[in-house]
Structures are given as C-alpha cells and as structure tokens.
Antibody, heavy 118, light 111 residues
Framework: QVQLVQSGAEVKKPGASVKVSCKAS????????IHWVRQAPGQGLEWMGW????????NYAQRFQGWVAMTSDTSISTAYMELRRLTSHDTAVYYC???????????WGQGTLVTVSS | DIVLTQSPLSLPVTPGEPASISCRSS???????????LDWYLQKPGQSPQLLIY???NRASGVPDRFSGSGSGTDFTLKISRVEAEDVGVYFC????????FGPGTKVDFK
C-alpha cells in the first residue's frame, strides 16, 4: 500500500536548521507531488509548500520563502524539508503528504516533532 | 488567500446520533471543470490527518458510508449519519483550488 515514513523527532537550538525526511513506498515516487504541512502544538494545519520529485520544481508558501528548502532523491524515493534559522515558533509536528490526482493529500506521513529550545 | 471557516468548532455528540459540520470559503471553490476543490480530513487523537471526502462529495477509499459530503461553491457540509466511537477527533476542511489552506478544525467528542 502507499505509505510515507518520516524521520524521527528532533530537538534543535534557536538559530539552527533541521532537515526532515519522508520516504515513499507503494507507488512510483516521481508520479506525485509531495506536500509539507506543519501543526504547532494545539493548533491547526499550515501548508508549507510542495515539491515535484520528477523535476525538482518547488512551490513554497509565501511566508516560508527564503528559509525553507524542499528537495528529493529519486534513487531512494525520499523527499526532504529543511527549515533554517529556527525559532521557538517553529516547534511543531511536520507532516509530508502525497498529492493525488484530485489535488487531495493522501496519505500523510506519521509526522515528525521538531522542538526548538535553548 | 482563501480563508475557510468551520462551524461549530466544538461538537459534542451522542453515539448513534447524526452529526453535521459546515465549512465556508471566502471564494468559490468550483473549478471550470465542474469539480469543487474542497476536501475533508479527520485527525484522530495522536494520529496524522486522513482523507475522508475529496472534491466536495466523494468518499475516499475505505471510508465508511456513514460519512457524506455535500455542497458547492462556497458552502460545504460533512455529515455523519450515525456517530461511532472511532469517529472522535478533529475534522478539517481543506481547499486546493489555489494555495492550499485549511479550516480551523471542528473537535468532535462524546457528550
């Protein structure tokens, strides 16, 4: 079945960077965009951007432009999301999700908790 | 940017009873193809969101038929015909017609 498995929890200091991975299985990795969404503690969902693994093209939400980078490695069917210059406001669970042909997100990865604390 | 609002934000339910959640968009989500770019997701406690309804009214694979979606343009509704224990969690609507955005979520739990 289609599955996205993310890397484990991270603890970072303010000003550092974090890179989260999302390994896909059960489908051809280059056939679907991968989205990244984050959820701060007790908060709603915030879309960060997508990457087209086939071409490497990306589209970032305006508020993340300049400090997020989404990449992919097609040889291992894995997408990455790197967030730089972390602050405490970046403490959140980060999800990857596959884009479907109806522009829905399905499935989602299990989530990666990133904690930013001095 | 398109803003989605949901009501209610909290919905206490009784097992076996029906439930309904509304999602309203600041702009029409009806594409020229005739499809509405509005989905419903359920995030069960401690889990990732899961797709329930896509394109406004289509159940995703494996979703029980007690869930149904309706609406078009700017007004959408998710209905549960008979709430079961496994349905508790937070329900989000999401639009993908333009830059994706989510509603604030509706927390469904038992009375």
């Amino acid at each position: 079945q289609v599955q996205l498995v993310q890397s484990g929890a991270e603890v970072k200091k303010p000003g550092a960077s974090v890179k989260v991975s999302c390994k896909a299985s059960g489908y051809r990795f280059t056939d679907s965009y991968i989205h990244w969404v984050r959820q701060a503690p007790g908060q709603g969902l915030e879309w960060m951007g997508w990457i087209n693994p086939k071409s490497g093209a990306t589209n970032y939400a305006q508020r993340f432009q300049g400090w997020v980078a989404m990449t992919s490695d097609t040889s291992i069917s894995t997408a990455y999301m790197e967030l730089r210059r972390l602050t405490s406001h970046d403490t959140a669970v980060y999800y990857c999700a596959r884009d479907t042909d109806t522009s829905s997100f399905d499935p989602w990865g299990q989530g990666t908790l990133v904690t930013v604390s001095s | 940017d398109i803003v989605l609002t949901q009501s209610p934000l909290s919905l206490p339910v009784t097992p076996g009873e029906p439930a309904s959640i509304s999602c309203r968009s600041s702009q029409s989500l009806l594409h020229s193809t005739g499809y509405n770019y509005l989905d419903w997701y359920l995030q069960k406690p401690g889990q990732s969101p899961q797709l329930l309804i896509y394109s406004g009214s289509n159940r995703a694979s494996g979703v029980p038929d007690r869930f149904s979606g309706s609406g078009s343009g700017t007004d959408f509704t998710l209905k549960i015909s008979r709430v079961e224990a496994e349905d508790v969690g937070v329900y989000f609507c999401m639009q993908a017609l333009h830059t994706p955005s989510f509603g604030p979520g509706t927390k469904v739990d038992f009375k």
